[in-house]
C-alpha cells in the first residue's frame, strides 16, 4: 500500500536513508531540506525514482525547501505539498556540544541552535501538517529521538543535545495525548548509534540497518501503542 511520507532533514544521513527506503517500496515522499540546491545526494536519489531505473527507487521523491525553526517556512512547505499526509518523520536535528564540562561548545549560540531545531523544530513540523494529518486514514507522526534523551542513560556529557532529546520525546508523549482523540498516533524512537556525519565512524550499525527498522516501527504505530519511546528494533527504551 503507498503511502504519503514526509521526511524534514531528508538531505542526509538517516533522513536521506529514510527517502530512498521509502520511495523504493513504492511510497510517495515529500523531503523537506533547508536548501535543495545543496542536496545533491537527495537530488540523485529523487532522480533514480524519477526515471524509474530497474535497481532504483520504484516510488517518487519531491523535493521542497523548509527550515524546521521558522514556522513561516514550514506553512509555506505545507501549503505547496498536497496532502494527505499518511506519515509525518520528524528527523531533523543538530548535535552541538560534545564532551563534559569546559570541554565542550556550551554557549548560548549552540543552546539556542540545538533546542530550535531539535524540540521547537518537532513542534513547528506537526503544526504545520495537522491539517494534512487530519485528512489521512490513521495517520501518524514519528519523532527521531535518541536513547541520549534517556534519564535512565545518564553518563554525563553531551547536555545540550541530551536535552534536547529529552523535550522532543516529553514533546511527543504530549503530542500523543493531545491527538489520540483525533486518530493520530505519535511515537517516538531511538535510531541505534549509527555510521554517519553525526553518530562517527565508529558507530554500532549503518543507515541501511537503522531506516529499515524505523520504516517497521513507523508501520506498526498505530492507537494502542501511541506514546511509545522504542528503538529502531521494537525494544522499548526507559524515558
Same mark, same amino acid.
Given at each position: 500500500m503507498s503511502r504519503h511520507i514526509v521526511i524534514t532533514g531528508a538531505n542526509r544521513g538517516i533522513g536521506l536513508e529514510l527517502a530512498r527506503q521509502a520511495a523504493e517500496r513504492g511510497d510517495r515522499v515529500s523531503a523537506l531540506v533547508r536548501d535543495p540546491a545543496a542536496a545533491r545526494d537527495l537530488s540523485a536519489v529523487a532522480a533514480d525514482a524519477a526515471e524509474g531505473r530497474a535497481d532504483g527507487p520504484k516510488g517518487r521523491i519531491e523535493i521542497a525547501g523548509a527550515d524546521v525553526t521558522e514556522p513561516a517556512s514550514l506553512e509555506r512547505a505545507a501549503a505547496r505539498i498536497p496532502g494527505p499526509v499518511d506519515i509525518l518523520i520528524c528527523n531533523a536535528g543538530q548535535y552541538r556540544g560534545r564532551g563534559s564540562l569546559g570541554a565542550g561548545d556550551f554557549g548560548r549560540d549552540a543552546w539556542e541552535a540545538v533546542l530550535m531545531t531539535n524540540i521547537a523544530g518537532v513542534f513547528?513540523?506537526?503544526?504545520?501538517?495537522? !491539517?494534512?494529518?487530519?485528512?489521512?486514514?490513521?495517520?501518524?507522526?514519528?519523532?527521531?529521538?535518541?536513547? !541520549?534523551?534517556?534519564?535512565?542513560?545518564?553518563?554525563? %556529557?553531551?547536555?545540550?543535545?541530551?536535552?534536547?532529546?529529552?523535550?522532543?520525546?516529553?514533546?511527543?508523549?504530549?503530542?500523543?495525548?493531545?491527538?489520540?482523540?483525533?486518530?493520530?498516533?505519535?511515537?517516538?524512537?531511538?535510531?541505534?548509534?549509527?555510521?554517519? @556525519? !553525526?553518530?562517527?565512524?565508529?558507530? @554500532?550499525?549503518?543507515?541501511?540497518?537503522?531506516?529499515? %527498522?524505523?520504516?517497521?516501527?513507523?508501520?506498526?504505530?498505530?492507537?494502542?501503542?501511541?506514546?511509545?519511546?522504542?528503538?529502531?528494533?521494537?525494544?522499548?527504551?526507559?524515558?
Open positions: 513547528f513540523t506537526v503544526d504545520a501538517f495537522l !491539517m494534512h494529518l487530519r485528512r489521512a486514514d490513521g495517520a501518524r507522526i514519528a519523532v527521531v529521538s535518541s536513547a !541520549m534523551a534517556s534519564s535512565a542513560r545518564a553518563p554525563g %556529557g553531551s547536555f545540550i543535545y541530551r536535552a534536547s532529546k529529552a523535550g522532543a520525546t516529553n514533546l511527543a508523549r504530549n503530542l500523543a495525548a493531545d491527538l489520540a482523540g483525533e486518530g493520530i498516533a505519535v511515537g517516538a524512537y531511538h535510531p541505534g548509534w549509527v555510521r554517519t @556525519d !553525526m553518530g562517527g565512524s565508529q558507530a @554500532d550499525i549503518d543507515v541501511a540497518t537503522s531506516a529499515t %527498522g524505523l520504516l517497521a516501527r513507523f508501520d506498526a504505530l498505530g492507537p494502542e501503542n501511541t506514546g511509545v519511546f522504542e528503538d529502531y528494533r521494537g525494544e522499548a527504551v526507559a524515558f
